[in-house]
């Protein structure tokens, strides 16, 4: 997989440090394409940068010398991971370079930067010998960002060469005082994610205790103001599992905000994940508790950028250190719910409308619910009843629920919506109805839900055929439904 003669032929310069390009490094053919498209998306860890938003996934733990989690991996990832721990390599490496790597321990990082994402100018640290970065982007071009720059200085714009992160490239770095680099402002129009795997040699005698602590996310207050490392995210994750299956906490959460609770909550608990309705409800001390509580770290927001402007951002959460990502859902044709008091069938055809609208960005939905790793996340919409009740209808059959209790998830709302119905006076009064006229739309029908999977049966023939004709992969099916599996509550169906 790996051209370790292309490695060994890099072409190096001395200008402004030592430095090098190595062209050719995976092979011309397909099978590089197709590494571009199945660039992994589960076991990465949200970052924030500067304006940006940037995820991390080892792909060789530090001192080992096989593929982190590889059976999350294809099998080209799981071959390069092996040519990245050979011998081969790290002597085609060393002569290039002229470092000696014979004792280096070494790790391999697997990088998405999404798009606006900005970087700042940096050198490396004083214990790494060696950097190689192989880009992982097909047809990215140079108005798309994310460019590598070598600098003359520390200074930014002392730009004296530039490197386009495509295919097929990859730059080595010797660590030095003045290896000074940068990465341009990724666009926020750019195709795709930058992707990159980053392959770090260390000096001999480093631990892995002196590697930089990497953070979930931004989160200052979880730990003084030291952010947690990744290994305290699976215990942390347990530990929230009880409150998510507690009624007593499930009772703070309607507390907290609007249709806010777990997926399926008392039926048959999807561990981890949570829906809410209008997140503007959540104040700053409940964003602290999701966070610390029920150990949530990412929040996928449903809503259009209309609605964001129109009722406000999720600030409590983001002050609490909560990623917000925003992946809209557009309702465009509410016809079908036009009448006044529309019932089981209005919306079932409402629903089937969403349900093809929604199509090309389901993939998008479930590579950001992989990217959560198994940590808590939240997502939702205005009033969690409509988008979030699909999206919770198709990542509650992938972790394993059956009809009945997707039904009884999406019925619930009826009864978390009905407190907070002054909420949406705006809502009746665009549509020239009164209170209870809208106290009826929020009335939600588990019938509805059988009706849209039998719908989906004629069409696809069911769920499992509508996310392949959206195209999610089954492989991300299967680790979701691994991390979040549906776990049955001891006190029974409620």
């Not at 250190?321 to 557009?330: D, E, F, K, Q, W």
């Not at 009448?339 to 090309?360: I, N, S």
Request: hydrophobic share 35%; proline share 5%; glycine share 10%.
């Amino acid at each position: 997989m790996l051209n370790t003669d292309a490695v060994s032929n890099a072409k190096m310069l001395d200008f402004p440090f030592r430095w090098g390009g190595v062209d050719g490094v995976l092979p011309a053919d397909g099978q590089a394409t197709q590494m571009c498209d199945d660039f992994p998306v589960d076991s990465f860890r949200y970052q924030h940068h500067l304006n940006g938003r940037y995820m991390r996934r080892l792909l060789i733990a530090f001192g080992t010398n096989e593929a982190f989690r590889g059976e999350e991996l294809s099998g080209a990832y799981r071959e390069l991971a092996s040519d990245l721990t050979s011998g081969a390599y790290r002597s085609a490496s060393s002569q290039a370079t002229g470092v000696d790597l014979s004792n280096a321990p070494m790790e391999a990082t697997m990088w998405r930067s999404d798009a606006g994402t900005q970087f700042a100018a940096h050198d490396d640290q004083e214990s790494k010998l060696l950097t190689h970065v192989i880009y992982l982007n097909q047809g990215w071009t140079k108005q798309d960002g994310g460019v590598f720059q070598v600098l003359a200085s520390k200074n930014e714009n002392d730009v004296a060469f530039e490197i386009l992160p495509r295919l097929g490239l990859s730059v080595v770095i010797p660590r030095s005082d003045d290896s000074w680099h940068n990465i341009t402002a990724i666009s926020p129009d750019a195709p795709d994610s930058r992707n990159t795997i980053t392959v770090h040699f260390y000096r001999p005698g480093t631990s892995e205790q002196d590697l930089p602590v990497r953070e979930v996310s931004a989160q200052p207050g979880m730990n003084g103001d030291r952010p947690p490392r990744l290994a305290a995210c699976t215990a942390f994750s347990k530990r929230c599992r009880s409150a998510a299956i507690d009624p007593t906490w499930q009772r703070v959460l309607c507390g907290i905000g609007v249709n806010l609770r777990p997926l399926a909550e008392r039926a048959g608990i999807c561990a981890g994940i949570y829906r809410t309705g209008d997140v503007t409800a959540i104040d700053r001390q409940g964003a602290r508790l999701l966070r610390d509580r029920f150990g949530i770290r990412n929040y996928i927001d449903l809503r259009s950028e209309d609605e964001r402007r129109r009722y406000g951002d999720a600030d409590a959460l983001e002050a609490a250190g909560i990623a917000v990502v925003p992946l809209p859902i557009v309702m465009n044709d509410r016809s079908a719910i036009g009448g006044r008091h529309p019932g089981v069938r209005e919306y079932a055809d409402y629903y089937c409308t969403v349900l093809e609208d929604m199509k090309p960005c389901v993939p998008d939905l479930f590579s950001c619910f992989a990217a959560s790793g198994g940590a808590p996340f939240l997502f939702g919409c205005h009033a969690g009843k409509d988008r979030t009740g699909l999206v919770s209808m198709l990542l509650l059959h992938v972790c394993g629920a059956g009809a009945d209790i997707i039904a009884r998830d999406h019925e619930r709302s009826g009864g978390c919506l009905a407190p907070h119905l002054d909420r949406f006076r705006d809502q009746w009064e665009r549509k020239g109805e009164t209170r209870g006229d809208y106290a009826v739309r929020l009335a939600c029908k588990g019938e509805t839900m059988h009706q849209i999977m039998l719908r989906l049966g004629e069409v696809y023939g069911g769920l499992d055929g509508y996310l392949k004709h959206c195209g999610v992969r089954p492989a991300l099916q299967h680790m979701l439904r691994d991390r979040y599996r549906v776990a049955p509550y001891a006190g029974g169906v409620a």
